[in-house]
């Protein structure tokens, strides 16, 4: 018997990468898959490429990876769908958030909104209990290559 509401399996993709440009490639392909609303939560250590690979993510909804940069101090970037497209991208960075106090003045609960994808780094200094649909975790396997996991809900 097949039941009523058929939840989709959580799909897993783990993949390397010998180079910068390669983390981008994948990350734009991942983009495409991508629906207005979705967050993506990017963990891994610094350096291990979770600023390239938003930069990525950017690329595949038209946007120019130059203009991403970590809002290390901002926490949050805020680009409009290029034109011609239909999402924009929400940036959030969390490294130097310093307590629950200040995460709240972010009003993240209210971002993306439908018509934006959000990514999202240190994603480990959001309260407990957040499933975003889609979760990529990096890490420096040495030299250039990251090993990059995606899972997506
Ligand atoms: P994070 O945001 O996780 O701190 P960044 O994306 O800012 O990391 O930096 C990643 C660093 O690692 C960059 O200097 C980049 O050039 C370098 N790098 C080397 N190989 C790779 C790779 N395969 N993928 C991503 N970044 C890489
Ligand atoms: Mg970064």
Redesign the pocket.
Known sequence: MTSAMTMSEPRERLVE????????AIAAELALELRGGDVVH?S????????????GLARGLGLHPDDIR?PTFSFIDIHAAPEGRSLGFVHV?L?RIANAAELAELGLEELPGPAAIAAI?WPERLPPGMHPRVTVS?S?LG????R?KIRMG
Request: no cysteine; hydrophobic share 25%.
């Open positions: 990468t010998a180079s910068e440009d390669e983390t981008e990017l891994g250590d610094l350096g291990a490429g979770k600023t390239r690979f938003a930069k970590s960075d490294y780094e990096l420096d030299n250039d290559t990251r990059i």
